[in-house]
């Protein structure tokens, strides 16, 4: 009887209510923006701004994706994700404010086969956070231990003809949190399980600002990589180390 009453749940109740997000991030407190934009649950997502804790130094990843990430800032625009390799179990999603000091989050999971709709009106067109301002990735595993996916988003109501024309280009986006002096990095795909670097290519020919976003062209390999990035804080003696792995 238990196992009928599963089926027939599972014909009756759409697709979408059966995969509903992750519980939204206690860890975030809320702004002291008005409610109605503060980080909440908002359909298959948790969305808002919030109010930031102080954090220390760090290189940290923003951004993994495939293609260009652009849209109209109208109330109107639902944006789709999703991920750009067919993997196994869910995909953790996460796009994050690049402006230094704005603090912005959207959480959510999609599968292999089943894009996320991302309405934008309800938090990006009233705080006026347009493509250029939003880094976006996806992982799949614990939180502790990521293996990153890059993610495809598009805006629902452009032509498939344009969509297909846009760069395919996976572009990984790393952000110090101080005032660096360079910055390297270097790949290797995964064989048995290790990792065999080659040199370490230079980012940038100049310092680089806390807050200032840097993209990375990733080579055209399939499989799984290990990347690698460094960066040297400015006038002290500190290396801000950045190590993960993700499926191309």
Known sequence: ??????????????????????????????????????????????????????????????SLLQGKFQFDLQPDVVLEVSAAKAVQGPVYVRAVALPPKTYYRMDSQISSDRAMLWPIKEVLVPTGLNSKDIGIFGWIGPENKKTFVPLKVTQRNISPQTQAGQEQTVFLTVRPSVDVESIYWRWSQVKDQECHFGKWQNLSETPVNAGRRVPIALPGQEGELCVEVKAKAKDIDLWLPLNIRLLM
């Not at 409610?35 to 923003?62: D, H, I, K, P």
């Open 1 to 62: 009887m238990r196992l009928y009453l599963i089926l027939a749940l599972l014909i009756i109740v759409p697709r979408h209510v059966l995969s509903q997000p992750a519980v939204c991030d206690p860890k975030l407190l809320t702004s002291g923006a008005k409610e109605s934009l503060s980080y909440q649950l908002r359909g298959e997502r948790c969305e808002g701004v919030y109010t930031a804790e102080v954090a220390g130094e760090s290189l940290e990843l923003v």
